[in-house]
């Protein structure tokens, strides 16, 4: 590393220009601190401006720009964050990622990111904003909507948006300490940047904040170098780069900066360095340093796993510190593939050189939204729906969960009664394991349609109770054995237990609408009528499904066949399969209040989705893999006339036909161990599997293709077409 002497700055001379060095790949102004007044809270703050060039031969047309910025009260915890890029910007970025080579992240999910992106434009909440950056070398002037920076003589003057009313706030920065100066020298590693650093960790604040006197302390870096593209793309090695960052202010007039640069996916580590800056003298480097998390925070906006908490300590300077932030929310939506970052203030304690010491800081935590896997991924909202779940519905009934769903007892109540009848039974199928992508297609097709899910998210999980429960009492009425690979629950507990805790199931998550503190009484009455609309259709498509299994006959089935039974099956379906996720949606499109066109367009696409689902489902039912946890040819077995076996009776000749219809038809036959693997050996051959599997995909797909034109793009949407696919490609074993 090549040390440059720090500049002295006295309160006579001029600062040095921070004008842009239009000759390097990347470059920031990074400005943190806090402000407050006597009409003014404390607010923690941080604004960065960036200058991109991702072009090969670094053409000055091709300089592109992005801003970060963050707003945090510290007294009710509110925490507002942008990031804005330029039209140069998202052409460049979506030019390159276009092109790039993936080996490191899930492929099938970059794929579909790459395709949004190319095809319907830059995402939600990103915004592309026309910048004005004057590009002279001789100084700093930049203008964005309602951002700015400038520099004039002794100060920075800093303006951005503060509170609801089209309010600003304007600073003007004025450095106490020294400028310090360092720059690393060209690596031959591709994965090591050359860079230039100016900072000012120590800047004294005035201005305003929505006409307010305010004062405080800041802190500027500017940085400028080589290797851009590394920093948001996979490098050379099938890696993607990020990093752990601090800028700590002690309150004995010391400075640090901690910096780990390294390779997410594995951790390795690129490069780390520490600086001890002590005002108005040289800058102690140190390599050899701790930092070390403690405790992760998981965001819920985008289930992405940051490290808050960590142990810093350079032992050769005897400086042992703990990072605590501010507030754990203090993420910031990050275009492109890695979607979010931390950057926040916070506090360090500790002792330096056997003193305790104690002071501000801010923390930077880059690439940890990279998904990498994304069943990973989804195992983490699933975790959230059953701990939501359980919110609501325990595994143990007290007296005050209870009194939550039916008031005050006019005698006793018997926890215990409950806890055996209900509870129980309920969590030893729930604990089976499903997918539960119904709540998680809710959750994702609300944010989709433009709201975000975070207050809404534990009613919409409940709706995993009111699945279970029609899947208690589906499994009554179709004798089934087996349910998630083990007995069913009339089998295990008995058809008393079995049918109250399923009818239970139905009425229970009314509790928590009515009880919701984030919706209006209209709200709620639209809810319980999209409520009652579906248990309306998905009983009278289990009639439909009733009706076909206790009517089958031979003769029955040939009349049925003369008529057009497949568009009744599908129908079937879609009261039986698409009812939930279509009520949903409607909820969501409730919420949201999108347009008519949208809410239709996203009504179409569950249908679609949801009844190719169950078409794909009633394929699985011939499958003789153990993924498939239900009895293979269960529906012959239990004479369900399927989607499948219509498709077989139609497309065998006239002889296996017949054949088919005949075993089908006789309860004798289906159940005995050889008939059912002819039948099953029937289905096979007709070609029917195929042809519905081709059906179900060709429906998915126009679905979606409607949807993707009419619903604009953002994570969500990408998340939702990711958890369709992957639900209609699980494998299936013959």
Not at 196 to 211: D, E, V
Not at 252 to 261: E, M, P
């Amino acid at each position: 590393m090549n040390r440059k002497n720090i500049e002295l700055i006295t309160t006579d001379s001029s600062l040095p220009i921070e004008a842009p060095n239009t000759d390097h790949d990347i470059e920031w102004w990074f400005y943190h601190g806090y402000f407050e007044g006597k009409k003014v809270a404390r607010y923690y703050f941080m604004v960065s401006f960036f200058r991109h060039n991702f072009s090969e031969n670094h053409h000055i047309e091709k300089n592109c720009y992005s801003l970060l910025f963050s707003l945090l009260n510290s007294e009710t915890g509110e925490h507002i964050a942008l990031n804005q890029i330029d039209k140069t910007y998202f052409e460049e970025y979506n030019s390159l990622v276009q092109n790039v080579s993936n080996t490191v992240m899930d492929s099938q999910l970059f794929d579909l990111f790459k395709h949004e992106m190319n095809e319907h434009g830059c995402f939600e909440p990103f915004k592309i904003k026309k910048v004005n950056v004057d590009l002279d070398n001789e100084k700093l002037d930049i203008k964005w909507e309602n951002f700015s920076l400038e520099q004039k003589e002794n100060i920075f003057r800093l303006t951005f948006p503060f509170g609801e009313n089209g309010d600003e706030c304007t600073i003007d920065l004025t450095p106490v300490t020294a400028r310090y100066t360092y720059e690393t020298e060209a690596e031959k590693n591709d994965e090591k940047a050359y860079t230039t650093y100016h900072c000012y960790p120590n800047l004294k604040l005035h201005g305003s904040a929505g006409g307010n006197p305010v004062a405080g302390q800041a802190w500027m870096d500017h940085q400028w170098g080589k290797k851009n593209k590394n920093f948001i793309f996979p490098s050379s090695q099938n890696e993607v780069i990020g990093w752990d960052w601090f800028g700590v202010s002690l309150n004995n007039g010391t400075y640090a900066i901690f910096s780990i640069l390294k390779f997410i996916k594995t951790g390795e580590i690129i490069r780390k360095r520490a600086f001890l800056l002590k005002e108005n003298k040289e800058i102690e480097f140190f390599n050899d340093f701790i930092a070390e998390p403690f405790e992760y925070w998981q965001s819920p906006e985008t289930l992405t796993d940051f490290p808050l908490y960590w142990k810093l300590e350079i032992p050769e300077a005897e400086l042992k510190l703990t990072f605590s932030p501010v507030n754990k929310n203090q993420e910031i939506p990050y275009f492109g593939l890695e979607r979010t970052l931390w950057e926040g203030a916070g506090y360090v304690d500790g002792t330096f050189k056997g003193a305790d010491i104690k002071g501000l800081a801010r923390g930077e935590f880059h690439g940890y939204g990279y998904i990498f896997d994304f069943n990973e991924h989804l195992d983490k909202l699933v975790s959230r729906v059953e701990k939501n779940i359980e919110g609501f519905f325990p595994r143990t009934f007290s007296e005050n969960t209870i009194q939550t769903y039916v008031g005050k007892p006019a005698w006793k109540n018997d926890p215990v009664a409950l806890t055996e009848m209900i509870s129980k039974p309920v969590w030893e199928l729930m604990l089976r394991k499903g997918k539960r992508w119904r709540p998680i297609f809710g959750i994702w097709m609300q944010e989709a349609l433009g709201k975000p899910a975070v207050n809404y998210e534990r009613g919409v999980c409940l709706s995993e109770l009111i699945h279970s429960g029609s899947l208690i009492i589906d499994d009554i009425q179709d004798n089934s054995e087996l349910r998630r690979g083990k007995p069913t629950l009339h089998l295990q507990y008995g058809l008393d237990v079995a049918i109250n805790a399923g009818n239970t199931l139905y009425f229970l998550p009314s509790v928590e609408l009515y009880h919701h503190k984030y919706l209006t009484d209209r709200q709620k009455l639209r809810i319980h009528e999209i409520m009652m609309n579906t248990f309306v259709q998905s009983h009278f498509g289990q009639t439909m499904d009733i009706y076909w299994s206790k009517e089958l006959s031979e003769e029955n089935l040939k009349h049925w066949i003369q008529g057009d039974i497949e568009s009744k099956i599908l129908q079937m379906y879609d009261y039986k399969t698409a009812s939930g996720p279509c009520g949903l949606t409607k909820i969501a499109a409730m919420l949201s209040e999108t347009t008519e066109l949208r809410e239709k367009t996203a009504i179409e696409f569950s249908r679609s989705f949801s009844v190719a689902f169950q078409l794909l489902d009633d394929i699985r039912n011939y499958s003789s893999s153990p993924k498939w946890t239900k009895t293979s040819g269960e529906d012959i077995t239990g004479g369900k006339l399927t989607y499948v076996i219509v498709k077989a009776i139609r497309a065998l000749g006239q002889n296996d036909s017949h054949r088919l219809i005949e075993i089908i038809c006789n309860s004798e036959l289906r159940t005995e161990k050889d008939m059912h693997t002819e039948a099953i050996s029937l289905i096979h051959k007709s070609g029917a599997l195929e042809s519905v599997k081709k059906e179900a995909e060709e429906m998915m797909n126009k679905g979606w293709d409607n949807f993707a034109r009419n619903i604009p793009p953002s994570e969500a949407k990408i998340m939702l077409n990711m958890l369709c696919k992957n639900l209609l490609d699980l494998p299936y074993e013959g």
